[in-house]
């Protein structure tokens, strides 16, 4: 009976191809087989373009179409198809990775891979490779301590609910709001109504061309990109 292979979900970090672990780098030159996502409109994958001065030459490359759709039947249709993909290579033996934006585990398109495989078979070989993640990295590039001493620290996402956002940065003393893109008009609304615009900071494109940090968020337009994040201080840093 052949062996299955195992599948290490690889996070790339934000964007500098630098930023990748030295175990990342080490698992990326051992694998037989690279899944990397991309849209069902266009096969560019950017967690790919961050990974590949990593990768060795003539490495097998999968590309995973996913629809950017809010249908979640057509949604699941798409993981369930893709993991049949990664199922029929580990179960030829081969080891594969799954390159994904930032941690694996968190907002990831890998958590739900995860998901679906291990509904499939839960014997499946799953390793989960942490990544830097956006927050961290944009912290560090502008020198901003996200939280000290009995600080609390929010993790959340722009395209929750607004109701919701205001009532999770009433009670949160520092916060990152991931997925800013979205609802930013309503969401910079919401920080200057609660006072906290002027110590909000956009950072768009983090270690990637057109980088962009916005020190002020009333000075960036109504949609910024999508790969935007805001990080929010209760008080002055």
Same mark, same amino acid.
């Given at each position: 009976?052949?062996?299955?292979?195992?599948?290490?979900?690889?996070?790339?970090?934000?964007?500098? +191809?630098?930023?990748?672990?030295?175990?990342?780098?080490?698992?990326?030159?051992?694998?037989?087989?690279?899944?990397?996502?991309?849209?069902?409109?266009?096969?560019?994958?950017?967690?790919?373009?961050?990974?590949?001065?990593? !990768?060795?030459?003539?490495? #097998? *490359?999968?590309?995973?179409?996913?629809?950017?759709?809010?249908?979640?039947?057509?949604?699941?249709? $798409?993981?369930?198809?893709?993991?049949?993909?990664? $199922?029929?290579?580990?179960?030829?033996?081969?080891?594969?990775?799954? %390159?994904?934006?930032?941690?694996? %585990?968190?907002?990831?398109?890998?958590? /739900?891979?995860?998901?679906?495989?291990?509904?499939?078979? +839960?014997?499946? #070989?799953?390793?989960?490779?942490?990544? *830097?993640?956006?927050?961290?990295? $944009?912290?560090?590039? *502008?020198?901003?301590?996200?939280?000290?001493?009995?600080?609390?620290?929010? *993790?959340?996402?722009?395209?929750?609910? +607004?109701?919701? !956002?205001?009532?999770? !940065?009433?009670?949160?003393?520092?916060?990152?709001?991931?997925?800013?893109?979205?609802?930013?008009?309503?969401? #910079?609304?919401?920080?200057? #109504?609660?006072? !906290?615009?002027?110590?909000?900071?956009?950072?768009?494109?983090?270690?990637?061309?057109?980088?962009?940090?916005?020190?002020?968020?009333?000075?960036?337009?109504?949609? +910024?990109? /999508?790969?935007?994040?805001?990080?929010?201080?209760?008080?002055?840093?």
């Amino acid at each position: 009976m052949t062996k299955k292979g195992t599948l290490y979900g690889i996070g790339v970090g934000p964007g500098d +191809p630098e930023l990748l672990t030295l175990k990342a780098v080490r698992i990326l030159g051992e694998v037989d087989v690279i899944f990397a996502a991309a849209s069902t409109k266009n096969d560019y994958s950017t967690a790919y373009a961050i990974a590949k001065p990593h !990768l060795k030459d003539h490495v #097998r *490359i999968v590309q995973l179409g996913f629809p950017m759709t809010k249908d979640e039947d057509a949604l699941k249709a $798409a993981w369930r198809k893709n993991a049949e993909v990664v $199922a029929e290579v580990l179960d030829k033996g081969l080891d594969a990775a799954f %390159l994904t934006l930032g941690d694996p %585990l968190t907002y990831s398109t890998y958590g /739900y891979l995860q998901r679906t495989l291990l509904e499939m078979n +839960p014997d499946l #070989r799953l390793r989960a490779v942490p990544g *830097i993640t956006s927050f961290h990295a $944009a912290a560090a590039r *502008i020198g901003l301590v996200l939280c000290e001493s009995k600080e609390s620290l929010l *993790i959340t996402s722009g395209v929750a609910d +607004p109701a919701r !956002l205001e009532e999770q !940065l009433n009670t949160a003393d520092n916060a990152v709001i991931l997925k800013a893109y979205k609802n930013f008009e309503e969401i #910079r609304d919401l920080l200057n #109504r609660l006072r !906290l615009g002027d110590t909000t900071v956009l950072v768009s494109r983090l270690g990637m061309d057109e980088e962009s940090i916005l020190m002020d968020i009333n000075d960036a337009p109504k949609q +910024p990109h /999508y790969f935007s994040l805001a990080l929010v201080k209760r008080k002055k840093p």
